[in-house]
């Protein structure tokens, strides 16, 4: 059922309003106005952009000698633009290194890590796309912070 008139709700922050959001889009709604706010993990810094029904827009930065886990995902599709900085990549097998104005594509239940190798941060947009984008679909083989590995919540 969708609504028929203009619906308000109060301010959620962190991974309740993120789940909140998926919740009411996958149900039809209209989610105007949402403002998320910038978290971090560790050395890694995640502005989250925009979040659609089907996809999701990061920006991420990455501090030099960090790398995120290495991982895959079920249920979708990550594209990743390098604005700044040098990063290694490991897209399955093969591990390549990608600079400013780059990009990879990464498709689902691709093994994949980035980690960067340069002086400075690494940024990058991330552009996940699929029918499911919480994070619980990262299933973690590799971590360096000692965060579960398998299938999983942070």
């Not at 940024?123 to 299938?151: A, H, M, P, T």
Request: proline fraction near 2%; charge should be positive.
């Amino acid at each position: 059922m969708k609504p028929t008139s203009l619906q308000k709700t109060a301010l959620i922050t962190g991974q309740d309003g993120s789940y909140l959001a998926e919740f009411l889009l996958d149900k039809g709604y209209i989610v105007h106005g949402i403002k998320r706010r910038a978290s971090s993990f560790n050395t890694e810094r995640v502005n989250h952009i925009y979040l659609g029904n089907n996809h999701q827009v990061k920006r991420i930065m990455v501090k030099p000698a960090a790398s995120n886990s290495l991982q895959t995902h079920e249920h979708r599709a990550e594209h990743w633009a390098i604005i700044k900085g040098e990063a290694q990549i490991t897209l399955g097998t093969e591990v390549k290194t990608y600079q400013r104005y780059d990009h990879v594509f990464i498709p689902k239940q691709c093994l994949h890590r980035l980690q960067n190798v340069s002086k400075t941060d690494v940024e990058l947009i991330e552009v996940q796309c699929g029918d499911y984008l919480g994070e619980d679909d990262i299933v973690r083989y590799k971590d360096v912070y000692g965060r579960q590995l398998g299938l999983g919540r942070d």
